[in-house]
């Protein structure tokens, strides 16, 4: 099983500010097959980044993904208050596809 | 493509429970699927996948032998059955779609609202 563990646990920083969020694989997430999600409180989470730098659908460019083999970075390069919530990466290389433990983006 | 989820509730231990993912739109039969969860105040969990075609399933070591996963394409319908429930599987255990057809793991694009689960005497 592939571990994914996030840092910080919890950022604080201010709206304009730049947001820069890690993920470390215990092992090599290989093809780069690596998600990230933002979950607000009561919603769903909501695709942003896949094969580690892709933009989904709708996600605006202040968004976007660096990395491979085991070290991966979310950036965000202007924070939105609408920014300020959850943010998990998930691995699809292999089954079980698992999640990182999240890093909360808080004012 | 929506996706509503249903069938969640109150059950004791030991109990079982199926829980059901309707979506909308004609391409359903095309898409692998997931079920994801999260326990109160806790991060995300994956589940179960299936194939778009229903051959293959996989499962967390968490549920295995415990949980099947179902899909009826010409119903745009996924299920979850969970038998053997446990404490532990309390929830709001969500479906998902992966993003690309006929792609067994993928990211997931498209999330069900999410239908509590749970487990306590």
């Known amino acids: 099983e592939i571990v994914l563990t996030q840092s910080p646990d919890t950022l604080s920083l201010s709206p304009g500010e730049r947001a820069t969020l890690s993920c470390r694989a215990s092992?090599?997430?290989?093809?780069?097959?690596l998600g990230w999600y933002q979950q607000k409180p009561g919603q769903a989470p909501r695709l942003l980044l896949y094969t580690a730098s892709s933009r989904a659908t709708g996600i605006p460019d202040r968004f976007s993904g660096s990395g491979s083999g085991t070290d991966f970075t979310l950036t965000i390069s202007r924070l939105e208050p609408e920014d300020f919530a959850v943010y998990y990466c998930q691995q699809y290389r292999n089954s079980p596809y698992t999640f990182g433990q999240g890093t909360k983006l808080q004012i | 493509v929506q996706l509503v989820d249903s069938g969640g509730g109150l059950v004791q231990p030991g109990g079982s429970l199926r829980l059901s993912c309707a979506a909308s739109?004609?391409?359903?039969?095309?898409?692998?699927m997931s079920w994801v969860r999260q326990a109160p105040g806790k991060g995300l969990e994956w589940v179960s996948t299936i194939a778009d075609s229903a051959t293959s399933t996989w499962f967390a070591d968490s549920v295995k032998g415990r949980f099947t996963i179902s899909r009826d394409n010409s119903e745009n319908t996924l299920y979850l059955q969970m038998s053997s429930l446990r404490a532990d599987d309390t929830a709001l255990y969500f479906c998902?779609?992966?993003?690309?057809?006929?792609?067994?793991?993928?990211?997931?694009?498209?999330w069900g609202q999410g239908t509590m689960v749970t487990v306590s005497s």
């Open positions: 998902a779609k992966a993003r690309r057809p006929y792609s067994d793991n993928d990211v997931f694009d498209v």
């Open positions: 739109g004609s391409t359903f039969r095309n898409f692998a």
């Open positions: 092992q090599t997430v290989s093809s780069g097959y």
